[in-house]
């Protein structure tokens, strides 16, 4: 795929013009008869509309500007270029020109986003490929230039990596192999990767991370990505943390196979994001010093695996009650929260597909929040959630939700009682942290078994595009 800035508009091209206004119309090549055809439909408020010209197609996308948020005009547009990228997979165009006046040129960005966002396609297991895909997209409008054009593919590039990564089943993708595909993205897009074995975790007390592995016959990894620039923000640090559950079984308290099991190879989502992130920002060369770790094993009722009521001793000398074996995802991460501290973070952000919990709550809409961080640094989260349709919706830390957390036997529980299940996920991790700190649910935007417009099927790279608008925006920002 290939995305060029345009000095001048091609009128033999397949093109695609944002914008329905005469002065947008009069950019285009177009007859008294295909004018008044391209009127009918816009006073019916279609806001797709299809030349074939048998030899070149030409389609007309606009949106009604008055009265809308512009972040809602945005996802409106991204929505509108999926539409699009169906018909031109229908038409088996393989290159495109976008155009737009000086007024849709900002939105115009938008549209290229849901367009790019619309093509990918997970096809290392297909026998059968395509036959033919959309391979180039030309771009002329006021004020884009190629460097932009540019920051948004590497962007995009994040986001797919991504989804390879969770779409990769877990006969390919173990502990090991997920680190050697970061190391792998990691001298492509130019940031460190240093991956810990068996012996270096036993040897930092990584008790979290050992003990879910216990019932694998696979060695587990922890993943240290660091992406430290000369011209790096001075006095920060941001350290992503994610989960890196490349199966999850549920261990001996076993999950179900149907619309559960099934689809565990997205339980590393999290490792992903931070991957996909770390390799936007650094393809893209933000200045900011940013701190991937990700711990990652596979979840599996072994001989040797943990069971219920077992106790176990964290780095921090906290002990722990283990009353379900499915609820690992806390355990590893505890883990990664805690060596984290030594990076003397500015904020940690850690992304998981931790509970059912959330995605019961909130559905694909959204990912849950809570955390310990500043209401500036929610607040730029939030904003960036909705700028990028990744949206927040944040759950309270209250101390009555430890409650739920205490053990007869040990300090705390791995789980609490029925209700309230993703707030007390995140009310554990709390114990391992010190500093600023965000967690951020994603089981329920991570995988989608049935696509969404331009997400899905299967991976979405959820987390990617907010964390990245969010950190770009950390290099000039005050917030604490």
Not at 9 to 35: H, Y
Not at 391 to 420: C, H, M, T
Request: with cysteine; charged share 20%.
């Amino acid at each position: 795929m290939v995305l060029i800035q345009n000095q001048e508009i091609l009128s033999f091209s397949n093109q695609i013009l944002l914008g329905a206004n005469p002065e947008d119309l009069s950019l285009l090549t177009l007859s008294e008869k295909e004018i008044a055809y391209i009127n009918q439909k816009i006073s019916q408020k279609i806001n797709l509309i299809h030349l074939n010209r048998l030899d070149t197609h030409i389609f007309i996308v606009w949106e009604d500007l008055q009265n809308k948020e512009a972040y809602k005009i945005q996802e409106n547009y991204r929505s509108r270029a999926f539409e699009t990228f169906q018909l031109l997979e229908k038409e088996r165009i393989e290159n495109i020109q976008l155009i737009s006046t000086e007024e849709n040129s900002g939105f115009l960005l938008d549209f290229t986003e849901g367009l790019l966002l619309s093509t990918y396609k997970f096809l290392k297991y297909k026998t059968e490929k395509p036959k033919s895909e959309l391979k180039e997209i030309g771009v002329f409008a006021p004020g884009i230039t190629q460097n932009r054009l540019d920051e948004l593919f590497n962007l995009i590039q994040g986001n797919f990596q991504c989804r390879n990564l969770v779409n990769e089943p877990v006969l390919y993708l173990t502990a090991e192999k997920l680190s050697e595909e970061i190391e792998g993205l990691g001298k492509e897009a130019g940031f460190n990767v240093e991956v810990f074995h068996k012996a270096k975790i036993e040897s930092l007390g990584m008790v979290g991370l050992l003990t879910v592995n216990k019932g694998s016959v696979d060695p587990p990894t922890f993943t240290v990505l660091e992406y430290k620039p000369e011209n790096a923000a001075p006095g920060k640090t941001f350290v992503l943390v994610g989960k890196g559950v490349v199966f999850d079984t549920g261990g001996l308290s076993l999950k179900p196979t149907p619309a559960s099991m099934d689809f565990m190879k997205c339980d590393m989502a999290g490792g992903a994001a931070v991957a996909g992130t770390i390799y936007a920002l650094a393809k893209n060369k933000v200045p900011l010093h940013v701190v991937g770790l990700i711990p990652a094993t596979d979840n599996r009722p072994g001989g040797n695996a943990i069971t219920p009521c077992d106790v176990i001793t964290m780095m921090n000398g906290k002990t722990v009650e283990i009353l379900n074996t499915d609820a690992e995802g806390r355990l590893i991460l505890a883990d990664a929260l805690l060596y984290a501290k030594r990076y003397h973070p500015t904020l940690v952000i850690d992304l998981a597909t931790l509970t059912g919990a959330a995605a019961m709550a909130i559905g694909k809409e959204a990912m849950v929040m809570m955390g310990t961080a500043s209401e500036a640094f929610k607040m730029e989260l939030r904003q960036s959630g909705a700028y990028t349709h990744e949206r927040l919706v944040e759950f309270p830390l209250w101390e009555e939700y430890a409650e739920q957390l205490k053990s007869d036997i040990a300090d705390i529980s791995n789980i609490g009682k029925l209700n309230a299940g993703a707030i007390t996920a995140g009310k554990f991790l709390e114990y391992f942290t010190d500093y600023p700190w965000i967690h951020l649910d994603i089981a329920g935007t991570a995988f989608l078994n049935t696509a969404d417009k331009y997400r899905g099927p299967q991976g979405t790279g959820s987390g990617v595009r907010c964390l990245y608008h969010f950190l770009k925006k950390q290099v000039n920002s005050s917030a604490e």
